[in-house]
Each structure stands twice: as C-alpha cells, then as structure tokens.
C-alpha cells in the first residue's frame, strides 16, 4: 500500500475479509462467529480511525507489515462489539479476550502504560464532584487492559516521539466512542448525567491529544473522526427504526 491511504484504499481493506479470516482461524476462534458483523461493518469504528491515521501521517506504509495491528484492533473491536451487545456466549467471550492477550504479549502491545480509566475518575470527583459506586465501577471503568492494548497497537507504527501522543488519541477515543453507546442506552437512567461528564472530558482528552500529534492536521483528522461517529449514529437510527415499526 502507497504512504496516501485515500477513501478508496481503506474501503478496499475493510473488504479484505480473508486476512482477518486467517487470523482467527490460525487463533482457534470461530469464523462465523465474525463474519455477519463483518459484512455490515459494525465494528469498523477503530480500524477506520486507525487508518486515517495513518493516512494523514508522514510515514511509509507497508501493508504486510501493518497486518498484525489490523487483525488485532479488529480482534479487539468484536471484543467490544459483543461484550456490548451480549450477542455472544460468555465462553466464546472470554477466548476472544485470551486471544486478544495472547497476541497482545505476541506482539508487545504493551510498552505504553498510562491508566486513563484511573484519571477521569479523578478528574470527575476533583472538577465535578461526580463519584460512582463499586458496581458502576466495574461496568464503566473495567476495560483499561483493553484499552492499553489498543492504544499500543495504534502507536507501534509510529517514531518514539510520537509514541505517547498517538497511545494517547487511541486511549481515549475508544474511551469516548463506547461511552456514546452507553449514553444512549441511558437516556432515562439518573446515571445519565454522569456519562455525559465521562464522554465530554475524554472528547476534550482525544481533541487535544490529536492536536498535540499533528496541529497542522488538527482539523483534518477531527473531520474524519466526525463522520465516522455520526455515520454510526445514523445507522443506529435506522435500525432503531426498524425494530419499532
């Protein structure tokens, strides 16, 4: 693949279905089990972030070299996708999750630490005087370890003093793009209030950590980002849509 990944390229790897398909077979995990979501694209939102930074970025891109993080951030958007949505037995859950490890520690996805999980929930006590209980702990604040691995993948592309700020914009977009989902599914929960606290600080965090990485490409990269949460939000309509009509 060239260094300029246009709008073109990146649709043609999101159709690349037989690399990804390789990957979890050669993992012991069950093809099917990926393919519908595949086909529709529900959990592209990482891999499409990822290539747009690449794409914007001033670095050569070698695809074969790149398909050990995009098999893994896709790996690790299904986690996700599936942890949320419960469409996948607890059993099949957790090998997906000692997969996502094991290739983690394959690969050394695990050279940045930085706990961000840790540091919102200061932030929202400190500036907001928002605490949460233990039980809502462990459903909003438990997937650092995911994110850690993720955000690694993200950055191993780039130089070392690159590093931090790409681990950075990784780390709480993800961050930011899943607490939008639990928003939504809260919308007349009385711990509403305190998501939108959660997600406004990590907008604020992955704003900030992309103009940091490239001033120059402040606008660009916050434009892509854009169109691929509202496209997202707009397919959650129709379906929404659909289930009620």
Not at 17 to 45: G, I
Not at 123 to 136: P, V
């Amino acid at each position: 693949m060239s260094k300029r990944l246009t709008k073109k390229k990146v649709a043609l790897f999101l159709k690349r279905e037989k690399y990804f398909k390789e990957f979890v077979n050669q993992n012991d995990l069950v093809y099917s089990d990926f393919k519908q979501s595949f086909a529709n694209k529900r959990v592209s939102l990482l891999v499409k972030s990822y290539l747009n930074i690449l794409g914007i970025s001033d670095i050569t891109i070698n695809t074969e070299n790149h398909w050990d993080v995009l098999n893994f951030i896709n790996l690790s958007s299904y986690y996700f996708y599936y942890h949320y949505t419960k469409k996948l037995s607890s059993k099949k859950l957790t090998q997906i999750l000692n997969t996502i490890r094991l290739t983690a520690k394959k690969h050394s996805f695990t050279k940045l630490e930085s706990n961000y999980e840790k540091e919102l929930l200061k932030i929202l006590k400190r500036d907001y005087q928002i605490t949460f209980t233990e039980k809502q702990i462990q459903k909003y604040f438990n997937y650092h370890e995911i994110y850690n691995y993720v955000a690694n993948a993200f950055c191993r592309a780039f130089q070392k003093e690159k590093k931090q700020q790409i681990y950075d914009y990784a780390y709480w977009y993800i961050l930011h793009a899943y607490t939008r989902k639990y928003l939504r599914e809260k919308q007349q929960n009385n711990i509403w209030y305190k998501l939108f606290f959660l997600e406004l600080i990590s907008s604020q965090k992955f704003i900030q950590a992309i103009s940091d990485f490239s001033p120059e490409l402040f606008n660009l990269l916050i434009i892509k980002n854009n169109k691929i949460l509202s496209s997202r939000e707009s397919q959650r309509k129709v379906e929404d849509w659909w289930k009620n009509h």
